[in-house]
């Protein structure tokens, strides 16, 4: 038997970090905007005739091999270890992934790839459990791996697929798609890798802990984020480019207030280098620190811009946006 399955990143728009359990439930109306694009994180895998596990990173070029009681507990594959535990399988498999998003790009990779693994060994194992309940697992399985909290929204778009406000509610979590041109939005919206990695656990767990303490500053800052993102969806609804470019701006603006990690100086040069060819607005994606800045620019000028965020030494990454969620194939 063999399953094959791929989950998207995303880029978020507006809204990240409050999509962390329990800062939402401190802030009327939280929501968190994202869209997925088609840096697939894959995963592969065939049963064996014995009881030996392998395991095979494509893109990190860690490997592993050996039985269910002895998976790896080091870093490298520990999240990939703590789903094949989880799930149990019955027999021997060799287990492949790959995710085409950069290392600590702050686009949901390693969600996705929770969310293709998971979804694969669940088909293996006979569906034990519905997608509602797969994204608590992998969503609690990456918190057990990294050791500090977690936001939802990654897993819901891994997911999902599409372009949605995900509404963090006191009875639960609501996904709304949203009707908007997103032609109009992949020609005038580039992504760029400032090609230094984030963890994004560091400025996440800065942020819940200061709030829960009671930092001063934190929840004026976390409530105006959420306003963005109210306007953000408004915005994104009635297809007004400069709006969302304006809400995306404001968003960075605020968003380097919760902690000085969020910006680096290689994201504020290549922000800076796009303003002066037709950039309308910018945010780094994910946690910040590192990682990707999605940028908005004026229609016709998205070339010149990624021309210019290149020979300033940018990565900038080849994307198209995409609909559908993780998929699952069975041979």
């Not at 270890?81 to 390693?110: D, H, K, M, R, Y």
């Not at 995900?166 to 709304?176: A, M, S, T, Y």
């Not at 404001?250 to 800076?272: A, T, Y």
Request: aromatic share 6%; charged share 20%.
């Amino acid at each position: 038997m063999k399953v094959k399955s791929s989950a998207p990143t995303r880029i978020d728009l507006a809204g990240s970090t409050l999509d962390i359990w329990p800062l939402y439930l401190f802030h009327t109306h939280s929501q968190t905007i994202n869209l997925t694009i088609n840096l697939f994180a894959t995963c592969e895998i065939e049963t064996r005739s014995d009881r030996v596990i392998r395991i095979e990173s494509r893109d990190t070029g860690f490997e592993f091999e050996g039985t269910l009681s002895t998976l790896p507990q080091d870093s490298s594959l520990r999240l990939i270890s703590e789903l094949i535990n989880f799930f149990q399988p019955s027999g021997g498999l060799n287990l492949t992934t790959q995710c085409s998003a950069p290392v600590g790009s702050g686009l949901g990779g390693s969600s996705a790839l929770s969310i293709a693994i998971a979804k694969a060994l669940n088909e293996l194992v006979g569906r034990r459990y519905s997608d509602r309940e797969l994204l608590l697992i992998t969503q609690n399985v990456e918190t057990k791996v990294i050791r500090v909290l977690t936001g939802v929204q990654d897993y819901y778009s891994a997911m999902y697929g599409g372009l949605n406000a995900i509404h963090l509610k006191v009875d639960g979590i609501e996904l709304e798609p949203l009707n908007t041109d997103l032609q109009m939005l992949h020609e005038c919206m580039v992504l760029c890798y400032s090609g230094k990695p984030h963890f994004s656990g560091t400025n996440n767990w800065d942020i819940t802990k200061r709030y829960i303490e009671g930092d001063a500053v934190l929840p004026e800052h976390l409530g105006r984020i959420c306003d963005i993102a109210a306007q953000m969806r408004q915005a994104l609804i009635k297809n007004d480019l400069k709006k969302v470019a304006q809400h995306l701006d404001e968003e960075w603006r605020v968003r380097k207030l919760l902690s000085s990690g969020i910006s680096i100086p290689k994201i504020e040069h290549l922000v800076k280098v796009a303003s002066g060819v037709g950039l309308l607005g910018a945010k780094v994606c994910g946690a910040g620190g590192g990682g990707c800045t999605v940028f908005i620019v004026e229609r016709g000028k998205k070339a010149a811009v990624e021309s210019a965020l290149a020979a300033a030494g940018g990565e900038v990454l080849d994307y198209r946006i995409v609909t559908s969620g993780v998929k699952v194939i069975v041979e």
